[in-house]
Structure formats: C-alpha cells, structure tokens
C-alpha cells in the first residue's frame, strides 16, 4: 500500500515539474487514449438503416365496421282522423297498451250533431220511401184496370195515356226515394265512423314510444291524419339498421354473425345476426374549397336482428357493429407499415401495390409488387406476388420522419379493417 503510495506521489510530482506545453500535450495524449478505449470497449452498435419484419403465414378474419341506431322491428303510427279539441289522454311514454285500449278522447260535440242529423235524415228518407212505394202500387192497380177497361173498350185511349203517365211518374218516384235513403244511410254510416274515430284507440299490441299532443290542443285532419301516439309492438326483438359503404357491402350476406357495442354499456358485446341487406341507398357529396374537388359516397342499409328479451337496449341507442365476413387460416401476411412505407431514396409512383424486401446482407431494398385480400387492423394477406415466408420486409427507415403512403386504398364509411 505504501508503495503504491510512493509510485502515485512520484508521478504527481513529475507532472508538477513538466513544463505548460508538456502539460497540454499529456492532457491531450490522455483525452485520445480515453476516446479510443470508449469506442472499443463502451460504444452501442450503430443501429441498422431500415427496420425489417419477417413474412409470416397466420390466420386473418375480414370484418366490416359500421354503425346505426337500435330501432323496435315494427312500429305504428296512431292518428287522428277527425278535427277537434282533444278532451283526455289515458297514455303517456312507456304506457304498455292492447289492442283496443283507449288512448286518447276528442271532442265529439259537433260530430255527435252530424250524427243526429244524419239520424234524422235516414228516417225521413225512409218515410219518403215507404209513400213513394204506396204511390207506385196504387198507380200499378189503376194501370192494370184501365188496361182491362181499354181492351174491352170501355174507355178511351186517352184515359189509358193518363194512368200509364201515373205509373211511369211514381215508378220515377220510388226509385228517386230508395236513392235517398241509400244516400242517407251511406251519411249515418260516416257520421258513425266519424263519432266512434272521436275515441283513439291502440291498433295494436305494444308499448308507447312517443307522446306527440297534450290535453286541449286541437286537431285538424285534413290531406295528412295529425300523429299523436308511436306504439312498438314488441321491444324484445329489436333492430339494427346499420349503413355499410358500397366496397363493404356486396360481401354481407343474410345470416353472418355480427357483434356490437354500445356507449351505455361499454365493457360488453352483444351478438346479432344479418337479416336483410337492403338495396336501397343513400348518396352523399363532399366537396373542398381548397382543392376545388368533391367526392361522393354511396351507402347502404344492412338489417341485423337482435335479441332484447334482457330489456337492455332502448330505441335509438347508436351501436358500434362488426360483421365477420371472410376467416382464412394459414396465408401470407405482412405489418400495413410495409405497405406504406417508401425508402427515401425512392423518387417512383406506382401503380400497382408493392412492399420493398430486404435481402440478408443487402444494404438498399428492392420493391416487389403484390396483390392484398383482406386488410386486417395490423396486417393484411397477400395473395399473389414474388413474396414468401421468411423474406424481410421493410417498415421503417432511420432518419426517415415519415414514409409516403403509397399503396393504401381510400376507405369511406364502414371502413374494412
């Protein structure tokens, strides 16, 4: 210990004896041999230029994403079809009713008059009717006597002219009497129809969904009946109707599975199943002021039942929706950054599809082109193209912000993932 001692004391004093300049120079002497020694024994690999991934074969699931509202299967508008003050209402919101049930009351005092008069009015006509018919079988006797009489002579054509005239006149009569009371009873008729539409009743079996009047409002049922209930006939099967972009749609068929979420229940999923893909759509266009370009999109409604014997969902809760379309098992796939990713050097537009392959040993990727199926949310397949397992495809370059996005397909509403 005392010689180490010494030897760390001699060697202090020598440098203490050295000169400024033989200082300096020692000092620099020392500070390249630390640099050395750091770069040999301390200093990280330098990282490679381009990050790869290797090909793999896996299994990848098409799903279609969409959304729309939860909507009872049927539901009925109830109406009023005559004008008036509405007196009582017997319903409010979530009111479960039956058929027949009374709902609503209005006015009935001046169609209750109508009535009464179209009462009136029937009895008249058929006391009409009843003297009109007296009137013809009187005339039809007198007919038939004068006949005999002029057969024998007894009387002159010109009576029988007259009693021919009677009978044609009374048989004008009678028909214009029994046209009155058909007439008056089709008036009764009405005016019953119009009394008993006075009491709003349920059509159906069902709950109500919407209340849209109140006590004392009035009514006027003219070319459009004036809506005043919405009844669900049954909430425990219920509907999705989901709208689906024209590149998703052609591949749901009726019967695929789909699952859904919901914001007022967010860590659960519920199943449905496709019941009808609808081939009524919906354009719509958006334009850019500062491109001066517009685009447009097309979408279509896709049914999709669900089961709400629970009672969970409520009419016009918005439902998140994945529909399992395509399962493939043991294909090519490759990361989507692959299929984004452009090196810098590269000053080319493609046309077609491509991912650039990196050789082992290989300091520059080279591009190969190549067909995509299913786009999944990390990868996607590839179907065709000079491409196998174990070849290393390039994601990412060092240095590299951002890579040009030359090969993704524009997506639009219910985007395919």
């Not at 009678?174 to 058909?182: G, H």
């Not at 082109?369 to 065709?384: L, S, Y």
Request: glycine fraction near 6%; charge should be neutral; proline fraction near 4%.
């Amino acid at each position: 210990m005392k010689k180490t001692k010494n030897i760390f004391s001699g060697l202090w004093n020598w440098i203490k004896n050295l000169s400024l300049f033989k200082k300096i120079i020692l000092l620099a002497l020392l500070c390249v041999l630390g640099f050395l020694v750091w770069k040999m024994f301390f200093k990280p690999a330098e990282a490679p230029l381009f990050t790869t991934v290797p090909v793999k074969k896996g299994d990848i699931v098409d799903l279609v994403e969409a959304s729309g509202p939860i909507a009872p299967v049927n539901t009925t508008e109830v109406g009023a079809l005559v004008s008036g003050e509405i007196l009582a209402i017997y319903v409010d919101y979530n009111t479960p009713v039956k058929k027949g049930d009374l709902m609503a009351v209005i006015d009935p005092t001046q169609i209750q008059a109508n009535y009464d008069q179209a009462v009136a009015s029937l009895s008249s006509a058929k006391e009409e009717l009843e003297s009109a018919k007296m009137t013809y079988n009187l005339a039809q006797v007198n007919l038939k006597r004068y006949q005999s009489l002029y057969d024998k002579e007894y009387v002159a054509k010109t009576d029988l002219e007259q009693y021919e005239l009677e009978f044609v006149n009374a048989k004008s009569a009678l028909n214009s009497a029994e046209s009155r009371v058909i007439q008056a009873q089709a008036s009764l008729d009405s005016a019953k129809k119009d009394l008993d539409n006075t009491r709003i009743v349920s059509p159906v079996d069902g709950m109500v969904l919407t209340k849209k009047v109140s006590e004392g409002q009035s009514l006027t049922a003219g070319y459009s009946t004036p809506e005043m209930f919405t009844v669900a006939e049954d909430l425990t099967q219920m509907q999705i109707e989901a709208k689906v972009s024209e590149a998703d749609v052609v591949k749901i068929k009726e019967g695929q599975t789909a699952e859904f979420t919901l914001d007022g229940y967010p860590d659960e999923k519920f199943a449905g199943t496709v019941r009808q893909v609808r081939t009524n759509y919906t354009s719509s266009s958006s334009s850019s002021s500062a491109s001066s370009s517009s685009s447009s999109s097309t979408t279509y409604t896709v049914v999709i039942d669900v089961d709400n014997t629970e009672g969970k969902f409520m009419p016009g809760m918005t439902a998140t929706i994945t529909i399992k379309t395509t399962d493939k098992q043991g294909v090519l796939l490759v990361p989507n950054e692959a299929l984004r990713f452009a090196p810098s050097f590269n000053t080319t537009k493609y046309d077609k599809t491509g991912v650039w392959v990196l050789p082992d040993g290989a300091e520059q990727p080279h591009r190969v082109d190549v067909t995509i199926g299913i786009i999944a949310e990390k990868v996607t397949e590839i179907t065709q193209g000079d491409l196998k397992e174990g070849d290393k495809v390039v994601i990412a370059e060092r240095g590299q912000i951002s890579s040009v996005i030359n090969n993704m397909r524009p997506r639009g509403p219910g985007r395919r993932r």
